[in-house]
């Protein structure tokens, strides 16, 4: 953040500045925090890419960028030409390769009868490709606590950065993907690949009508012997240094939870796509010309709704272990506000407290 | 090689004598940039895209200070549409934290300049008093969204404040004597040895975002 703010809390700042009922100086302390949003906001900061403290030779991330020295700029013009001369071709013939063996191979695989011979080949065909996918952005990644791996018939529930999140944890072991059906390349992917796996795959119209994605998804957790899914219960990318509420969608379908933290580290290149900056192809071009993507995986042990828990607090333990395990902060706010305003009953809520507190410091009895 | 945009010698003379790098001018701006969605100016509108400012019970009064008139150019009135980046400096000047080094004068003013600020937004009607109404208005915002309250009990919140207020300026009233309204001199009475200054700023951290390579 670019501001200093005091973390007192709301009671304690009334308190103190009152010596009878309700005074005219109750309005400083909106007035202060009124300020404080607009000149940075905990939430708008959140989607825009982390700040770097020292440079990293990426002209992308250092939004100040100044001319400081001739040897400086040498060095970064060297780092350009190695990246997109070099670095760039290599890595985009190996992203081809990936994708042509997934669709090959999951093609093939999907020809044979279902039996365990074609799982144990659909899971070798999709850990293969997806290995070759993170050779392909130069990726290193560190998986700690492999004993907590999530086990079939879960559900593993990761914080989302990225849409290479998914390929991250394909890299080691073999998810039931979930999402929506899209055209073009991605489309012809996921065709490719439920026909080895069963993924779940939805129609757009499917989407909006949640009790059926529930009901689907309570079908494949129930049946033992299928993989687990996987699922990014923010919504949207968040640019990894917090973690925003999980929809509680994820919580009500039941079975074992299986929270895994990512973690990028931003100095050898941001992952975070800002889907409102830039497509799809322009992240993954930025995403192919930086140094590396280095990241930790944390698989945490496993969790179960408690008796008389609610899917939202459920949804919110999970969310504090995973915040907590990938160091990042927790916010409550919905993902969602990278494009749409707070809703009216938050506010009113929102509201009702901070009258609570005037009123309970005030003359009424 | 792309170089640094925005920062206008002119925009540190708002802050002067203090120290304001242009470092945090240039955050302002980027910020501006930020809720004008690239256009030059913003309007009342654009403040809606922030999140936390939604909480506030005194949003209205908030936004509605930085396009008034009064606190943009001294001697003028009214509302304006839209502001520019140099009227979004002038009303985050006002919120700018004291030096060590300001000398008496430069202190006194500073404190007249943010208790100014504030009046204005007391004062809706810009005659240049607080009248009861004006602050009843002001209790009931702070107040909103409880639906326990009944607007008696926000109206006699106010009516005991601007009581004491009175007594503060006026002294004791006669029993046939109405108090007009708080003025711009009865204010600055009011808030007389109490510290203001500490209450109402904003400080920036300090920021190194560039590595230094000789």
Known sequence: GIIERHETPMEKEIARLHRADFEFSDI???????????????????????ELVSWNLLTRTNVNFHYISLRLTVVWGIGVIVRYCFLLPLRFILAAIGITAMIVGTTMVGQLPNSSMKNYLSEVVHLTCSRILVRALSGTIHYHNKENKPQKGGICVANHTSPIDAIILTNDGCYAMVGQVHGGLMGVIQRATVKACPHVWFERSEMKDRHLVTKRLREHVADKSKLPILIFPEGTCINNTSVMMFKKGSFEIGGTIYPVAIKYDPQFGDAFWNSSKYNIVSYLLRIMTSWAIVCNVWYLPPMVRKEGEDAVQFANRVKSAIARQGGLTELPWDGGLKRAKVKDTFKEEQQKNYSKMLVRNGSIG | LPCAQGAHPHHLSLFSPLAVTSEQIEHLHRRFKQLSRDQLTIRKENFDSIPDLEFNPIRGKIVHAFFDKRNLRQESDGLADEINFEDFLTIMSYFRPIEMNMDEEQLDHFRKK???????????????????????????????????????????????????????????????QVYEGITFEDFLKMWQGIDIETKMHVRFLNMETIAHCY
């Open chain 2, 114 to 176: 943010k208790l100014k600020f504030l009046f204005h937004m007391y004062d809706s009607d810009h005659d240049g008093k607080i009248t009861l109404q004006e602050y009843r208005n002001v209790v009931e915002e702070l107040l909103s969204g409880n639906p326990h309250l009944e607007k008696e009990s926000a109206r006699s919140i106010a009516d005991g404040a601007m009581m004491e207020a009175a007594s503060i300026c006026v002294g004791q009233m006669g029993p046939d």
């Open chain 1, 28 to 50: 400083f302390y909106f007035c202060r925090k009124g300020f404080e949003a607009i000149v940075e906001d905990e939430v708008t900061q959140r989607f825009s890419s982390e």
